[in-house]
């Protein structure tokens, strides 16, 4: 009987362990890569993410088929509004946003690839160990398959690989993530905003890099 108590204890302990879907931190600031497998898509962005207000904003400089791009983005799902700014010419593209907020997480029915670390595991301090998961997941009209790779401290979400039909693979890494907001007024829509009138726009690159988030 001991024995067998003794085992249901190991057992639940084991299950202790295993790393779990998780959530990353609701206030978060860092920059962003995004390429897709044909090339034709490559863009670094800063971003500021609100989870606990449902807001996000994205200053991107990208490449699409060999065009420069610049990209500003106000995401405010609790108001269902999109901003695009343009600082330079002070203008403001205001539209309705189609899509509702998903907070960065790892989803519950997720399958664990496993653990590594990045970086050396030789000396304290030199790695970084991650947890990689798999599964499927809804984007607009197709069910796309990925894995994502976050730390097993704070869910910090380090980079996802989508299998998507059109652009084949999309890959997104997270670097210089800070936990905080680096600057709340980032989701505050400039003065020149205020008149914006609402208009319909899609972007094929813009909604790339937004299915992201």
């Known amino acids: 009987m001991r024995a067998l108590v003794l085992l249901a204890c190991l057992s639940v302990c ?3 362990q295993r790393p779990q879907p998780c959530s990353s931190p609701p206030l978060m600031t860092g920059g962003l890569s ?9 863009v670094f962005a800063k971003y500021s993410y ?6 996000i904003r994205l200053r991107d400089i990208g490449s699409y088929d060999n065009k420069t791009f610049h990209i500003d983005v106000l995401l405010l799902y609790r108001q269902g509004v999109m901003y695009k700014i343009n600082n330079k010419d002070r203008t403001c593209l205001k539209k309705h946003l189609s899509v509702d907020f998903h907070p960065l997480a790892i ?4 399958s664990l690839v496993g653990q590594a670390v990045l970086g050396s595991s030789s000396v304290p301090g030199e790695g970084v160990l991650v947890n990689m998961w798999t599964g499927k997941q ?3 009209q197709e069910t796309v398959k990925y894995m994502s790779t976050v730390t ?13 039909d059109r652009k084949g693979w999309v890959v997104a890494s997270f670097f210089n993530n800070v936990i905080g907001l680096a600057d709340p007024k980032a989701f505050i829509p ?22 992201l988030f």
Not at 50 to 55: E, M, S, V
Not at 152 to 164: H, R
Not at 190 to 202: G, T, V
């Open 107 to 110: 989803p519950k029915d997720a």
């Open 34 to 42: 995004v390429s897709t497998q044909s090339e034709k898509l490559v």
């Open 50 to 55: 609100d989870a606990l207000g449902k807001r």
């Open 138 to 140: 809804q984007m607009r």
């Open 190 to 211: 400039p003065p020149f905003c205020k008149n914006a009138q609402l208009q319909e726009e899609d972007e094929e690159n813009l909604a790339t890099v937004l299915n």
């Open 14 to 16: 084991c299950l202790a």
């Open 152 to 164: 097993e401290f704070a869910c910090i979400p380090v980079s996802t690989l989508f299998n998507m």
